[in-house]
Structure formats: structure tokens, C-alpha cells
């Protein structure tokens, strides 16, 4: 698992989707000319167009008993009380399970790879080595030091109590610095991603780092997808409309997250035919696909 800070633009994005904000965006014109207003999603959605595919062939993949019995496993743990009626509230507290799963999915991965010693404990070196394993700098010494001394100030944070290593508790707070040190994240993005600075970051400079963090991962098709996205975002927080993120734009920025309320009203709207606000054992089964996406996209992530 990689723990850097460009991952953040990852996140963020992960969050819009799961949202439903995924739509019809427009990139702004890098050539200077005037930026296009990013049009907002009509429709909501759980996932982009290449990652539905894949789930699309999992489904498929399955037989008719197994795919019968997840169907109606996702219904049952839907219906809290069986009463053959899914309330608003049963549908948030399904999503925030499943949240609470994926963050735990993810801290525990993230512990097996950085704890080499499995003694329990991350140490500065541990953290650093592991950090470095996954990052390319083709080179670029300067880049590397500035990635280490980045590392080397968030462990120090962590490390409340100074021994030199962190504990469950401490690590969880570099895995997840979007919540627990936002602030001190902004600073990082704005070493890494600021690089004219001017204290701010373009679509430019995102831009710049998104294709470099994909790499080769996604299709040029999906690449366009990810900048539009992005693109969307960043006009969201845009407060002051400058085509920039100053420092108080950025905070709520890399902390945004879909709440559990949002995302349950996109799936209801979704799959609510007939617009009684709660949704019916046959109204999720029509809809199944979207919660079985959700799901193992928090469960498998």
C-alpha cells in the first residue's frame, strides 16, 4: 500500500465516485483560452466505466445458485429489521458498515507490509524503506530527499509519545492523514504539487501529478476520465474562482469525503420506483448491480 501524498488525488476521486459526482465535466483549456463551467452529473453513478466492466465479467463469471445467494445475502443485510421494507436508515447504516470494513481492510494491509519485524510496532526505518520501495524517482535525488523529509515530519507527528515507534494507534494516523492531520497534509501537497510558488495549485499542476501517479495503470480513454473528474473537483472548491486551490481551499479539499447520507440517497434515487422514499426486496434486486459494485469496491479496495 502505497502511503504518499499525490495518493490523496486517488482518494479524492474514489470519494466522487462513490458520491455519484461522477459526470459529463469539462477539462479547462490549457491553452489559454476561456475555462469551460464543469457541468454537473445528471445521473448518479458508484463507479466509472472501466471498473463497472471488470465487475460486469465478475458477475457474469458466477453461476446462477451463487449469484442468486449474494443477491439475496445484500437484500437480507440491507432489510435490519426483515420486515420487507428498507428504510433510508438501514440503507446508511449498510454503507457505513461497509466503510468501516474497507478502512479496516486497508489499515491491517498497510500494517502487515510496513511492520517487517512483526513486532507490532512501526519504526522510522521500517516506514521510510517502505515508503521508498513503492515510489519511483527515476533519478531525481532532489525529489527523493523532499519525499523523505516529507515521510521522516508525518512519522515525528504520529509519533505522539517520541519513542521512535508508532503503534496501532499512531500508524493509523499516517494511513489516513486526510483524517487526522488534514492541515499538515495541505502543507505536503503544496511542497510537492506547488511548482511555481506561488502558495497555490492549478489544474496544471494536478494534472501534471495525476498522469504521473497513473502511470501506465489505465487506458488513455480512462486517463481523460480521471483529469475531467478532477477537473470538476477542484472547480468545486474553487471558492474564490481563480482556477486555483490557495491553502483554505485545499483543507475541506483533501478531506472531502461522500457521506453515508449522500451516498445512500443516490442509491435510493436510483432504484425507488415508486418514489416511496424506502425501497422494496424487488426494487434492490433490479437495482442489485449498483450495491453489489459499492460493496466490493469498499470490501476489496
Not at 519513542?163 to 493509523?172: A, D, I, N, R, T
Request: no cysteine; proline share 2%.
Amino acid at each position: 500500500m502505497k502511503i504518499n501524498v499525490v495518493n490523496v488525488i486517488a482518494l479524492t476521486l474514489l470519494f466522487g465516485w462513490a458520491a455519484g459526482d461522477i459526470g459529463d465535466s469539462q477539462l479547462p483549456d490549457t491553452e489559454g483560452g476561456e475555462e469551460t463551467e464543469p457541468v454537473a452529473a445528471d445521473e448518479p453513478s458508484t463507479g466509472d466505466a472501466e471498473d463497472d466492466e471488470e465487475y460486469d465479467y465478475e458477475f457474469e463469471d458466477q453461476d446462477e445458485e451463487d449469484d442468486h445467494e449474494e443477491n439475496m445475502k445484500i437484500v437480507s443485510d440491507l432489510d435490519l429489521n426483515q420486515d420487507s421494507n428498507i428504510t433510508n436508515e438501514e440503507v446508511i447504516a449498510w454503507i457505513t458498515k461497509h466503510r468501516n470494513i474497507h478502512e479496516e481492510t486497508t489499515f491491517e494491509k498497510a500494517l502487515k507490509q510496513y511492520d517487517t519485524d512483526k513486532d507490532g510496532l512501526v519504526t522510522l526505518d521500517e516506514f521510510v524503506k517502505e515508503s521508498l520501495s513503492e515510489t519511483d524517482f527515476e533519478d531525481d535525488e532532489t525529489t527523493k530527499d523532499r519525499f523523505i523529509h516529507q515521510m521522516e515530519l508525518r512519522f515525528q507527528i504520529a509519533d505522539s509519545d517520541a519513542s521512535g515507534s508508532l503503534s496501532k494507534e499512531e500508524f493509523k494516523i499516517v494511513v489516513f492523514p486526510e483524517q487526522y492531520i488534514p492541515d499538515h497534509l495541505v502543507e505536503e501537497l503544496l511542497t510537492e504539487l506547488d511548482t511555481d510558488n506561488d502558495s497555490k495549485v492549478s489544474f496544471e499542476e494536478y494534472k501534471v501529478a495525476t498522469i504521473k501517479l497513473l502511470g501506465d495503470s489505465v487506458s488513455s480513454d480512462m486517463e481523460e476520465n480521471i483529469l475531467k473528474e478532477l477537473s470538476r473537483i477542484i472547480a468545486q472548491f474553487d471558492k474564490d474562482d481563480d482556477g486555483m486551490l490557495d491553502q483554505e481551499e485545499m483543507l475541506p479539499f483533501v478531506t472531502q469525503q461522500a457521506s453515508s447520507e449522500e451516498v445512500a440517497e443516490s442509491l435510493i434515487k436510483e432504484s425507488d420506483q415508486n418514489e416511496d422514499g424506502n425501497l422494496s426486496h424487488e426494487e434492490v434486486l433490479e437495482n442489485i448491480r449498483d450495491f453489489k459494485i459499492f460493496q466490493r469496491k469498499k470490501d476489496e479496495l
